[in-house]
């Protein structure tokens, strides 16, 4: 066991201050923490130092360059953590298998703010995924937030924003071509601006793609070109299921998976608008062809509520 005064390990478990300790994962633990609040009999947040709790790397990118691919490492980020996007492939997620946690909850979980238009992180590795984070655009029109190619990716309990109507994300998450089994639950995703435009962007083929529990809303104008969850091409054994999707606009979409081939269910999600939108409307919002969708609710502006009958895709009878 590096770094530990127990060699041998504890064959019958051990227990800290009342609390047993059980340590799931079998890879290296690594900590990053570049705020003022240290871990008791700690120092600051440095590159030099050797990763560890009482000694944290400083920035999230050299401690994954710290890691071992396909070992099962994990990074943990102390709250307050707070790190400026600043430039493309600012962090790169490229070894394989890496979990990256955060720690604190509201403003205190580790914050990623985006400073340059082209700024990115960029998840080459397989089998990344980001827990409890939180993810601002801070400058006008960023391009994409996260540029993903690896298969595996996962984001949970994590939150995206913009900093203002004009301080904007375009595009949050875009999954490359053939970037399979990827995994989003528990997110807030929210955008203020007017060019907001997918919160996930399926950029070519894909294959078991999971949005669960996810709350995605835009508050500023959309256009029918425009949608929350959106791919081209064919999305096979696509889960869409138990989400909440808000728009302002009767134009805009919530999911638009447009292209041939699709598979996969669409069930038991909110679509709300402010807008007083008609069933056509409604409709439209949802664009699944090829896919079961079904026990969706829709509600809009002033007494409008409908449940969508069990079918593949719309059809004339699916809003009533």
Not at 192 to 211: E, L, P, Q, Y
Request: with cysteine.
């Amino acid at each position: 066991m590096s770094g530990s005064n127990f060699p041998n390990g504890f064959a019958n478990g051990v227990t800290i201050r009342g609390v047993p300790v059980d340590v799931p994962n079998p890879g290296q633990v690594f900590w990053v923490n570049n705020s003022t609040v240290l871990a008791k009999g700690g120092i600051g947040g440095s590159n030099g130092n050797d990763g560890s709790y009482r000694q944290p790397f400083s920035t999230l990118d050299y401690a994954i360059g710290k890691c071992t691919a396909s070992r099962g490492d994990v990074i943990y980020i102390m709250p307050g953590h707070a790190e400026t996007v600043s430039s493309a492939s600012f962090i790169t997620c490229d070894v394989i298998g890496v979990t990256i946690i955060g720690l604190g909850s509201g403003s205190l979980r580790p914050t990623f703010t985006w400073s340059a238009t082209a700024s990115t992180i960029v998840v080459s590795a397989a089998d990344v995924s980001f827990v409890n984070c939180r993810f601002v655009a801070n400058i006008l029109n960023v391009v994409t937030g996260f540029s993903v190619s690896g298969n595996g990716f996962e984001m949970h309990n994590c939150e995206c924003r913009d900093s203002s109507a004009i301080l904007t994300f375009i595009l949050f998450v875009t999954l490359d071509d053939g970037a399979d089994r990827a995994k989003f639950t528990g997110n807030n995703f929210t955008g203020i601006g007017v060019t907001n435009d997918s919160f996930i962007s399926m950029a070519g083929t894909h294959d078991d793609i999971v949005v669960k529990d996810n709350y995605m809303a835009y508050s500023a104008i959309q256009t029918a070109t425009v949608a929350l969850i959106t791919s081209a091409t064919a999305c096979t054994n696509f889960i869409c299921a138990g989400n909440s999707f808000a728009t302002i606009s009767a134009a805009g979409k919530w999911i638009g998976l447009t292209g041939t081939g699709n598979t996969g269910v669409v069930k038991y999600n909110d679509f709300l608008s402010d807008a007083d939108q008609t069933a056509a409307e409604h409709k439209a919002g949802g664009d699944v062809t090829g896919c079961m969708f079904y026990e969706n609710y829709f509600s809009s502006g002033v007494d409008f509520l409908a449940l969508s009958s069990s079918t593949i895709g719309y059809t004339d009878e699916d809003v009533t």
